[in-house]
């Protein structure tokens, strides 16, 4: 059997994971259970969109029950603040700029469960974290990303 991929996040993460999983079981496979039925009354199921449209969303909320379900068993919690904070690491905020002269950008390293740009946390999985990872303040760090190389500065981590 392959060995299964560890998923690396925080305990907030992983309650949160629990929380959709919690949600898709017990409120959402109900509710899509419930539009199969009543798309049925419909008549032909060969020709019914709503019949077709709720099997798919069935699939769908099933396929996530199945990732939630494998993310939680292989959750990796990562402890927050007990790590060394001079050098990069999952968990650690990192705060850089891009050279020559960029703007400052902060971002906070999580695992691949937990990413989310807009929010500020990018995956260890991304080109940039792992570039970043291991390093310390004041050093200058090439990142080679899908748009290009760049170069940026790490200013502080956290």
């Given at each position: 059997?392959?060995?299964?991929?560890?998923?690396?996040?925080?305990?907030?993460?992983?309650?949160?994971?629990?929380?959709?999983?919690?949600?898709?079981?017990?409120?959402?496979?109900?509710?899509?259970?419930?539009?199969?039925?009543?798309?049925?009354?419909?008549?032909?199921?060969?020709?019914?969109?709503?019949?077709?449209?709720?099997?798919?969303?069935?699939?769908?909320?099933?396929?996530?029950?199945?990732?939630?379900?494998?993310?939680?068993?292989?959750?990796?919690?990562?402890?927050?603040?007990?790590?060394?904070?001079?050098?990069?690491?999952?968990?650690?905020?990192?705060?850089?700029?891009?050279?020559?002269?960029?703007?400052?950008?902060?971002?906070?390293?999580?695992?691949?469960?937990?990413?989310?740009?807009?929010?500020?946390?990018?995956?260890?999985?991304?080109?940039?974290?792992?570039s970043l990872m291991g390093h310390g303040v004041g050093e200058e760090v090439k990142v080679k990303t899908p748009g290009g190389e760049m170069?940026?500065?790490?200013?502080?981590?956290?």
């Amino acid at each position: 059997m392959a060995e299964e991929k560890e998923f690396y996040m925080t305990l907030e993460g992983k309650e949160k994971l629990e929380n959709e999983l919690e949600y898709l079981k017990t409120e959402k496979r109900k509710e899509v259970v419930e539009r199969i039925k009543i798309a049925r009354d419909f008549g032909d199921l060969s020709e019914n969109s709503e019949y077709d449209a709720a099997k798919d969303e069935q699939a769908f909320v099933e396929s996530r029950i199945q990732q939630l379900e494998n993310m939680i068993r292989n959750a990796v919690i990562i402890e927050e603040n007990v790590t060394d904070s001079s050098v990069i690491s999952i968990g650690k905020q990192v705060t850089f700029i891009e050279l020559p002269d960029g703007e400052e950008e902060t971002y906070t390293i999580v695992g691949s469960a937990e990413s989310n740009p807009f929010e500020g946390k990018i995956s260890n999985e991304s080109p940039m974290a792992k570039s970043l990872m291991g390093h310390g303040v004041g050093e200058e760090v090439k990142v080679k990303t899908p748009g290009g190389e760049m170069k940026v500065k790490i200013i502080s981590i956290q």
